[in-house]
């Protein structure tokens, strides 16, 4: 078994200890071996499928946040080689999404995992694995990006400053080719997954491995009720909500009044008024733990 990690050495999280000590000593325990791949500033797509090429790994580990696991995903879509994603970014939350908690959990994974096939989004021609939106947590997270600190309390306290600016949209949506649909939001999310790094359930309907995916509506609020809204999202009951909407669907096409910052797996985009999303079923294999499912 031959696993490449390639780390992301400005991630949010450092795990206690000498991360490439903890990959050795494991390689140790579980009979694997291993090869170390740095991310840096300037680093390209040909310089890691030449690494892959080179070192012909069994399995490749991204270490780092949701951003690395995109970078990495990119190269891996619709190839035999597994993903496994090694939790050290700020908030993981694809890694959450698929059961890994932290590395110690990750790496025993390698040896104790099991390969899966989960569907990819297609927005605008990037690839999201986890997570995209526009509106209000869009700009939070572009708040977010150019902040020094990381961490939840540094996001937490920029969605703090925006909820007292928020901007409501008009978006003309069309789904699956159907008619045309108009809804006033200050939110809309396209979710491949159902809940954020922060363990806030956006989309409670949401499943990694279904071959469809879920636009979220929130609908504008008063501020009296964010309070409200907050505890449905933490609760996974946000569906319930009357300020919020979830549609399902395998493709759609979107358009807003005025051009708002698309954000995908926590990378700011920029500044749009046309989205077109797709959903690509079952394309990026990824290494998770097993389930009874599974053993049956």
């Given amino acids: 078994m031959k696993v490449l990690f390639v780390i992301n050495p400005k991630s949010g999280k450092k795990e206690g200890g000498n991360f490439e000590a903890v990959i050795s000593e494991k390689s140790r325990q579980q009979g694997f071996q291993f090869l170390i791949h740095r991310l840096h500033k300037d680093i390209s797509e040909k310089e890691i499928l030449d690494e892959v090429k080179e070192y012909q790994p069994d399995i490749i580990a991204a270490a780092g946040g949701d951003g690395t696991v995109n970078f990495l995903s990119r190269l891996l879509i619709n190839q035999p080689i597994p993903l496994l994603i090694v939790p050290l970014g700020s908030a993981n939350g694809m890694a959450k999404e698929l059961g890994i908690p932290n590395v110690e959990f990750s790496l025993n994974l390698i040896s104790k995992g099991v390969k899966k096939n989960i569907d990819v989004l297609n927005i605008n021609q990037k690839l999201c694995i986890h997570l995209a939106d526009v509106g209000l947590n869009a700009r939070v997270v572009k708040r977010f990006e150019n902040d020094s600190r990381r961490g939840i309390t540094t996001y937490a306290r920029h969605l703090f400053n925006e909820i007292f600016l928020i901007k409501k949209y008009r978006f003309y949506i069309t789904l699956d080719d159907g008619p045309d649909i108009i809804r006033k939001a200050i939110s809309l999310t396209f979710a491949n997954a159902s809940k954020y790094g922060t363990g806030a359930v956006i989309n409670p309907l949401g499943k990694v491995d279904d071959g469809q995916f879920e636009l979220v509506i929130i609908k504008p609020f008063p501020r009296i009720k964010l309070l409200s809204i907050a505890w449905k999202m933490f609760t996974g009951k946000l569906n319930t909500s009357e300020y919020a ?16 910052t698309l954000q995908i797996d926590g990378e700011v985009i920029g500044k749009l008024k046309e989205f077109e999303m797709e959903i690509l079923p079952h394309a990026l294999p990824v290494i998770v733990p097993e389930t009874a499912e599974d053993r049956s």
């Fill in 245 to 260: 909407e979830v549609l399902t669907c395998k493709k759609a096409k979107i358009r807003t009044s005025k051009r708002t």
